[in-house]
């Protein structure tokens, strides 16, 4: 191959480095006005009245919005239709969208904001999952979720775990915490929307799901869908909290509407703490039972999410805590409970890794002490037991290639673990830690049977190659991707094919860069659409070279006989050939994953075509003194299948290793309860990036990446998934390095200084040393639904009817939708 598999400038890079890249808050459009939004300041409350009276008559100001204004609710998924773009009668937390002024300046609109007085009636706070448990009234969603203030249930039985667990030579149970943390990218949210010439709308937003906005523009404004564009502009960093539908961009669409002017907003970066969609708090009881050896005879994982005010992704988030715990190590019998709360805090989402390395975290710190108190080498506990490829697992996810134990092998012999393990001295340790992730979702949000991604290719007779697709650049280089692709089949240079992405009026339709499929989805119907083109243009170079079609190549170019190369021509005469005998050439291409052999109520959730694996060994110096944790160097390999630009994939791999880095050691979510006497509000104790903690560049380790290729057969070109999968082992395995440097557990994130001196204390007092949860509080667990694996005679079907999730939580027929189209 002369593009897939070598390293290369972006094709975007250019004019990101020179400032070209046109982002959302670049957007100006002649006569534009600017909106700013009115947040609650309370956490909980009915809104007796709002006076925008003052506000509408202050200078400046053309258009004044309430809740009124927003009758119809929205929500990315189906099940969680639960929000409005302004608070029509109740505010839910710190920071819900109460109002919004549109005026001629941000200042002018910032200052009108003053003037809005809002009544409120105070409600009770939920401050936790605890407290949601144990006072359902008032409901923060009266008439939503489960009953109470839990919003989803779920419980799964693949195979009999309590029988297994009593024949287990050992059990381990152990609590695990996962505090919340956000996705701080570069750029804020922004949006600009405005009316072309007929009269339609059209919004520029900094989205990762150009798709699902338009959707719910449609039905929040009730309006036709073809009356609406959306484009998505490249996105300075998204990780999960552009992919969400947001309050603002309904409503600067509907103050275009209203005012026939252009609006823009862009949220301060306090207003981007607030509108969330983070990383979900969780508490998780995980209980494994093994044999002499150590070989995992059965799990038992109960999970616990902090959902906050709304839906948003949640039912998909409550699934993710567990479903795809299987696919790493063979786990032959396996139960799973998750239960989601709603508190009044700022809605959780997807952030990388979406759900998934909260129980990673659990399973991989358990795994460690497993080995730990069975005297064996945690490398070897994992390379004894890992899933096998090509199989399907105990709660029916089908693995494809698996690259887990090169992965394993290269950080274990670049680290040289064995030799140094446990052999550092006091304060300096090694831990290792495992990790897996899909590559796109199986079904998408709203079920159906289309594709999940297209791509339209046009080829012009000066030799111009224009591809089109839905898919959105968030920086992670799909852009680069997609080019690579097409040039590698059509013989080009990236650089000489022109892209045309993320606008829902001139693409086709992609679901939207989230669930790390995007490679996959894109790549493979990138393919489909090039070979196409690259037959047709062989067909008519093949007549004009007197030689079969199928002895044609294409590279560098042009396009030639493979017996004879100096027989050929260029590119752009086979394109004129081709033009001559076909008239204009353009072909599309399309993908849609196959069927899930998952077939039970909630099995829509975890099933991919492929999953990636990752292994890391990092090393760590503990301070005993302070507590102090530094991290001097990193070892991960990461078995990608097949790079298709390795300078992009080192570079995700390593954005990983930052954010892992951060989330383990220093990043929070953090709320406080004001003083009774001053207010009943929950606020968010830090609210901005100067004292939300994350790494800096004198944080950043040295980082040893090993690209594992294993070629899955489901890929383009064999390629996997990098921008998410790489971050799932690093959390734990600074945990089990600390372990290993000073002999405390910690079994909670963020790993401050603090816990890290609490544990030791307690180790001096002749105690455990561990700081963690010491209690999972009682939950309803519904009846188990009952899914035989399939070394039990299962069909991927659910035995009986159960209570696993309701008749709304996914499934393979109603899709992660969750309800019947």
């Not at 100096?566 to 033009?579: I, L, N, R, T």
């Amino acid at each position: 191959m002369k593009v897939v598999g070598k390293a290369r400038r972006r094709v975007d890079g250019r004019a990101k480095v020179t400032g070209q890249t046109r982002f959302a808050d670049d957007l100006v459009l002649p006569r534009m006005l600017f909106a700013k939004l009115l947040r609650s300041s309370v956490p909980h409350a009915r809104i007796r009245a709002v006076d925008a009276a003052a506000a509408a008559a202050a200078p400046g100001v053309k258009l004044v919005l309430t809740g009124a204004d927003f009758p119809v609710p929205f929500g990315i998924m189906p099940v969680s239709q639960d929000e409005h773009a302004l608070c029509p009668d109740t505010v839910r937390y710190v920071g819900d969208p109460v109002a919004a002024v549109i005026a001629r300046s941000e200042r002018e609109a910032s200052d009108a904001l003053a003037l809005i007085r809002v009544d409120y009636e105070a409600l009770p706070t939920v401050a936790s999952p605890e407290e949601a448990l144990e006072r359902p009234e008032p409901r923060i969603h009266p008439g939503e979720g489960e009953g109470g203030n839990v919003h989803r249930l779920a419980h799964f039985a693949f195979g009999d775990v309590e029988p297994a667990l009593e024949r287990a030579d050992r059990v381990f149970e152990d609590l695990f915490f996962y505090e919340g943390n956000t996705h701080l990218p570069l750029e804020q949210h922004a949006a600009v929307a405005a009316l072309d010439p007929d009269g339609r709308l059209t919004l520029w937003s900094s989205t990762q799901t150009p798709h699902y906005v338009h959707r719910e523009l449609a039905r929040a404004l009730d309006l036709p869908a073809h009356r609406i564009r959306v484009v998505a502009t490249p996105n300075g960093g998204g990780f999960g909290g552009k992919s969400d539908v947001m309050n603002h961009e309904i409503v600067v669409a509907k103050a275009a509407l209203l005012t026939g002017r252009p609006v823009k907003i862009t949220l301060t970066r306090e207003e981007v703490f607030y509108a969330h969609r983070g990383r979900h708090p969780v508490l998780m009881r995980l209980k494994t039972g093994v044999k002499a050896d150590g070989t995992i005879v059965a799990m038992d994982l109960e999970t616990l999410l902090d959902g906050g005010a709304y839906g948003s992704y949640g039912a998909a988030s409550t699934l993710y805590t567990g479903q795809l715990q299987t696919v790493t190590y063979h786990v032959p019998r396996y139960r799973f409970r998750a239960c989601r709360t709603f508190t009044n805090k700022p809605p959780c989402g997807p952030k990388r890794g979406h759900g998934t390395p909260q129980p990673r975290f659990a399973q991989e710190v358990q795994l460690d002490k497993i080995a730990v108190a069975l005297g064996k080498d945690p490398a070897d506990l994992r390379l004894q037991q890992l899933a096998p490829a090509n199989s399907v697992t105990a709660n029916w996810m089908k693995i494809g290639s698996m690259g887990l134990r090169e992965c394993i092998e290269r950080v274990v012999e670049g680290s040289a673990w064995r030799s140094r393990r446990g052999k550092l001295g006091v304060g300096r340790g090694l831990g290792l830690a495992c990790g897996s992730y899909l590559c796109g979702a199986g079904l998408p949000i709203y079920w159906n049977e289309m594709p999940h991604s297209g791509v339209q290719l046009q080829i012009d007779r000066s030799g111009r190659v224009t591809a089109f697709c839905g898919a959105t650049e968030i920086g992670q280089g799909s852009d680069d991707v997609l080019a690579a692709i097409v040039a590698e089949v059509l013989g080009l240079d990236p650089a000489d094919i022109r892209l045309v992405t993320g606008d829902t009026d001139l693409t086709p339709v992609d679901l939207g860069s989230y669930s790390s499929r995007v490679t996959l989805m894109m790549g493979n119907a990138a393919i489909q659409a090039a070979e196409r083109a690259k037959a047709l243009l062989a067909g008519a170079a093949a007549q004009k070279l007197g030689v079969s079609a199928e002895r044609l190549a294409f590279a560098e170019g042009r396009v030639f006989d493979v017996e004879r190369p100096d027989a050929g021509m260029s590119f752009q005469e086979a394109v004129v050939a081709a033009e001559a005998e076909h008239g204009t050439l353009g072909t599309t291409g399309s993908y849609r994953p196959p069927r899930s052999a998952a077939r039970y109520r909630g099995g829509g959730v975890g099933p991919s075509v492929a999953y990636s694996y990752t292994a890391a060994v990092v090393e760590v110096e503990v301070d005993p003194a302070t507590g102090w944790v530094k991290v001097p160097q990193v070892w991960i390999a990461h078995d990608i299948g097949r790079a298709i630009n390795p300078v992009l994939a080192r570079g995700q791999v390593e954005g990983s290793v930052y954010m892992g880095l951060g989330e383990a050691l220093m990043e929070e979510q953090a709320f406080r309860r004001l003083p009774p006497r001053l207010s009943p509000a929950l606020v968010h104790r830090i609210p901005s990036i100067l004292e939300y903690k994350s790494p800096t560049s004198l944080e950043m380790p040295d980082v040893v990446t090993y690209l594992v290729e294993d070629p899955d057969s489901a890929g383009p070109f064999g390629a996997k998934e990098v921008g998410q999968g790489p971050l799932l082992p690093m959390m734990p395995a600074i945990a089990n390095a600390i372990h290993d440097a000073v002999g405390v557990r910690v079994d909670e994130v963020p790993i401050t200084p603090e816990k890290v001196l609490k544990a030791l204390a307690d180790k001096a007092k002749g105690k455990p040393g561990r700081v963690g949860p010491t209690a999972f509080p009682k939950v309803p667990w519904p009846e188990a639904l009952v899914v035989p694996p399939p070394w039990e005679g299962g069909d991927g079907r659910a035995t009986n009817q159960g209570a696993a999730s309701r008749d709304t939580l996914p499934t393979t027929h109603s899709g992660t939708a969750g309800v019947k189209v």
